[in-house]
């Protein structure tokens, strides 16, 4: 006999709290959801009001207003006060003539109310409506009932008063939220503080066809202010960029700095799994960032905003006077401590994301509001971004390169003007000479001058050597914080394979019937001990990144290189192609070399594990006194919109490989240090492989 039965889930009294304020995590981000809210019921106006909030003060109460479309009693009932509603996700847009994509769809943003108090009143009517609908809900009574005994009190059970209020107008229409009993006071600096993100809460590029103004007032502290900005408010900015994408070719743009050129560019490249979006990047150099600090001395620099279709989603880099409270989920400003002189921070930019619901489905907002939902288009989304702001960094490192090289320059002209106005004198002299005592004292100071600028282009010259020498160092230290895991892992990994291995001799050698795995075990351990070697000269390396440069004949020194991985090619079944001319010596630092073609290998290795043909060449030859290095390999290939950013730091495209994105870092960093410069460039191996150039000044 069948005796199944059925059960249902409930949801007990303390519901609120995990929905409300343990979900929300702070009060900006629960009153930019009431807020939202406001503009999916078709609101213009919306007033955030604060009342008596500041410490010490009494009946404190926080009123959002809107004159959007209402509600009935039927949509309170079954909309507002059913939890995870589904209206906005089978109604994505608002009625006519607005017609707005609902930006709020999971249905507990309301309960952002709970973070902000313990009362809250909501108080609307729709249009032709007679009546003020109120319902008082009071919080505090959810969690006495939370806290009765061990019975079982339902969130649904605890009932709410409603009551109607006669209308002076017929005609109007919209919503009030009255938040009362403040749970915590707030500051003037707060406040100002919420002014400013709610001030980004529309796209500066949307186009609403109805406008989304949000006025801020607490008469207390002498605010009323509309929070808007507009593109105007980054006209300080050094330069804008932009990228697009269309949608009917599937197809997206991504920026790169043309060094040559010295402009930026678009690659078209297939639309990415993530959707297409469109960016808008307003950098600011160090001068336009004083401007921009007169002009608006509350509102920081901070990075970029995401917009779905129009409205913000997730603040990615939200400004916070706590630095731990301080929102960076890209990581740019991290991204900064790992190479301090040339990355691109938050507080150099400011930049628009614009995306849609439709276009970019995959880009969910988590239930927090504090980021997006960790998923695979999210995390493809997020590489773009970065790939987008490596462009801006080439930027930024050839300006300053430029601005020390007018330094130089300008001293340089300096000098050459002083013996110009020399010559000038000693000919005016010569054709009267009547003008000699005259002139001559004033020739005597000239030379003084033009003596004191030859030191000063001596010392310049001396201090910019020894600048980038301590560049060069900090870079090494800098990177040797950041990936001093990976070599530990790698370290760690490598000793405990071959403890096993030993493990495996010590137990059963010299047993005849095991001496198959005794070979090889020799063989693996041999390897290991190779790799581990490799690791150790490396990290050694750096204790000898201020070594005096030593003479280094490059045949011999890439021959014996190469020559460290002749198992790895037979193992794997690699050609080397191999062109390096005789007598070619360089005085440089060996190791550096040595880390740099030990690290172009290794990714050409990993590149090519799933290639049929495995052919890796390597080569170099003079040309203008300047040495150029090839390495290529038939590997899978870097995208050219890639080129710019695989020598970032962690940067990989061999991740299930088992690279870490450390090798191009190193190989970058140590040509920098030899005053080259290394790029990706079309594969001598035509349509399939990876070609690496570098060029690093020679003499013969």
């Not at 100002?192 to 949307?206: D, F, G, Q, T």
């Not at 401590?337 to 969910?364: A, C, M, S, Y």
């Not at 460039?681 to 000044?697: N, Q, R």
Request: hydrophobic fraction near 35%; proline fraction near 3%.
């Amino acid at each position: 006999m069948d005796d199944t039965q059925t059960l249902k889930w409930r949801f007990d009294v303390s519901t609120f709290r995990l929905i409300g304020r343990d979900l929300i995590t702070d009060r900006v981000t629960a009153l930019f959801e009431l807020v939202k809210n406001c503009y999916d019921a078709n609101a213009q106006n919306v007033s955030v009001i604060f009342e008596n909030v500041g410490a010490g003060e009494k009946q404190s109460v926080i009123r959002v207003e809107d004159d959007g479309y209402g509600m009935s009693f039927e949509d309170i009932r079954d909309k507002w006060m059913v939890i995870g509603t589904s209206s906005k996700r089978t109604h994505p847009y608002s009625p006519e003539p607005y017609k707005r994509k609902c930006v709020g769809e999971k249905g507990i943003g309301r309960f952002a109310v709970d973070k902000l108090g313990n009362k809250v009143s909501i108080i609307t009517k729709k249009e032709g409506a007679g009546k003020w609908l109120k319902v008082d809900i009071d919080w505090s009574s959810y969690f006495s009932e939370s806290v009765k005994g061990d019975d079982i009190h339902l969130f649904t059970d605890v009932e709410n008063a409603y009551s109607y209020i006669d209308a002076e107008d017929p005609n109007t229409s919209g919503t009030k939220l009255v938040i009362s009993a403040i749970r915590e006071p707030w500051t003037k600096k707060e406040i100002e503080h919420l002014m400013r993100e709610i001030s980004k809460i529309v796209s500066p590029v949307a186009n609403l066809s109805y406008p989304f103004k949000v006025r801020v007032i607490a008469p207390e502290f002498e605010i009323e202010k509309e929070s808007v900005r507009t593109l105007e408010d980054f006209n300080d900015a050094t330069l804008y960029l932009s990228i697009d994408f269309d949608e009917e070719k599937r197809l997206q743009q991504s920026l790169f700095y043309d060094k040559g050129k010295n402009t930026f560019g678009h690659h078209t490249i297939p639309l990415k799994s993530f959707g297409g979006i469109k960016m808008r990047i307003f950098f600011f150099d160090e001068a336009a960032r004083r401007e921009y600090r007169k002009t608006f001395p509350n509102d920081p620099i901070d990075g970029f905003k995401v917009y779905r279709d129009g409205i913000i989603a997730t603040p990615f880099a939200e400004t916070n006077e706590n630095p731990d409270q301080k929102r960076d989920i890209l990581g740019i400003d991290k991204r900064v401590h790992q190479d301090i002189f040339n990355r691109v921070g938050t507080r150099e930019f400011l930049g628009v994301i614009d995306i849609t619901k439709e276009g970019n489905p995959q880009i969910i907002d988590a239930t927090n509001r504090q980021d997006f939902v960790d998923n695979e288009e999210y995390r493809e989304m997020k590489k773009f971004i970065i790939t987008q702001l490596n462009a801006l960094q080439d930027y930024k490192v050839e300006m300053r390169l430029a601005k020390r090289d007018n330094a130089q320059e300008g001293l340089q002209a300096a000098s050459d003007d002083i013996n110009s106005l020399v010559d000038a004198f000693n000919e005016m002299v010569a054709q009267k000479p009547e003008l000699k005592p005259t002139v001559e004292p004033l020739i005597k100071q000239v030379r003084k001058t033009g003596r004191s600028v030859k030191t000063a282009i001596n010392e310049q010259k001396k201090a910019l050597e020894d600048f980038t020498r301590k560049e060069n160092i900090y870079m090494s230290i800098m990177s040797l914080q950041q990936f001093a895991i990976n070599i530990t892992h790698a370290v760690r990994t490598t000793l405990n394979q071959i403890r096993d291995r030993v493990e495996f001799f010590y137990r059963y050698y010299p047993n005849p019937e095991e001496e198959e795995w005794f070979s090889l075990y020799s063989k693996e351990m041999f390897e290991r001990f190779k790799v581990l070697n490799r690791v150790i000269n490396y990290m050694l390396s750096y204790s000898q990144s201020n070594l005096t440069p030593e003479e280094v004949d490059l045949k011999t020194t890439f021959e014996e290189i190469l020559g460290d991985y002749d198992d790895v090619f037979s193992r794997e079944g690699i050609v080397l192609q191999a062109d390096f001319p005789d007598k070619l010596v360089l005085n440089a630092n060996r190791q550096f070399f040595r880390d740099i073609l030990q690290n172009l290998i290794d990714n050409s290795v990993k590149a090519m594990s799933e290639s049929e043909q495995k052919v890796i060449r390597c080569s170099y030859e003079v040309r203008n006194d300047m040495l150029e290095i090839l390495v290529s390999d038939t590997g899978v290939g870097i995208p050219p919109e890639d080129r710019e950013q695989v020598f970032a730091l962690y940067y990989t495209t061999t991740e299930l490989q088992g690279g870490a994105g450390v090798g191009l870092y190193i190989v970058k960093t140590r040509v920098q240090s030899l005053g080259g410069s290394v790029e990706v460039v079309d594969s001598e191996f035509g349509k399939i492989g990876t070609t690496i150039k570098i060029t690093i000044p020679f003499k013969k």
